[in-house]
């Protein structure tokens, strides 16, 4: 278990810890969602305030999962089956990201330019890095 290499109270500590910036991250994107709502209702600005809706709710669902979070965290068996899934998610993700940018880099090739080129490459880079992140974080995440 991912768990067991560490103290019980050094993880419980860390998982707190993440949880209380999550929450503090969380109000604070809440509350520039609402200073962005607010000034977009002054200037009638239509797609501020989609923006500033939009950012409330994830400041929302940003404290909503580190509620849900912090309570599987106290059980040790669920929470390796949760990192678990959730790096089959992000291996997942980082295909598609890597597929993405072999569609971005094959258009760049093809108009030949550069910019787009530069951006599609980086993109590759990055969708293969959270491949291989999530492939080692899984394998740490399935030893029992």
């Not at 990192?83 to 990201?97: S, T």
């Amino acid at each position: 278990m991912i768990l067991n290499s560490y103290s019980a109270a050094t993880a419980t500590d860390l998982l707190n810890l993440v949880a209380s910036f999550d929450n503090i991250g969380g109000s604070i994107w809440m509350v520039w969602g609402t200073i962005v709502l607010a000034s977009s209702l002054k200037d009638k600005n239509g797609p501020g305030l989609q923006s500033g809706i939009w950012q409330i709710v994830g400041g929302l669902m940003i404290m909503t999962a580190t509620y849900l979070f912090k309570n599987i965290s106290t059980n040790a068996l669920l929470l390796d089956d949760v990192l678990g899934i959730g790096a089959k998610f992000a291996m997942i993700g980082g295909a598609l990201w890597t597929i993405w940018g072999v569609i971005i880099l094959a258009g760049a090739l093809k108009e030949k330019t550069g910019p787009a080129l530069q951006s599609a490459i980086w993109q590759i880079v990055g969708g293969l890095l959270i491949m291989v992140a999530s492939t080692l974080f899984y394998s740490v995440a399935s030893q029992k």
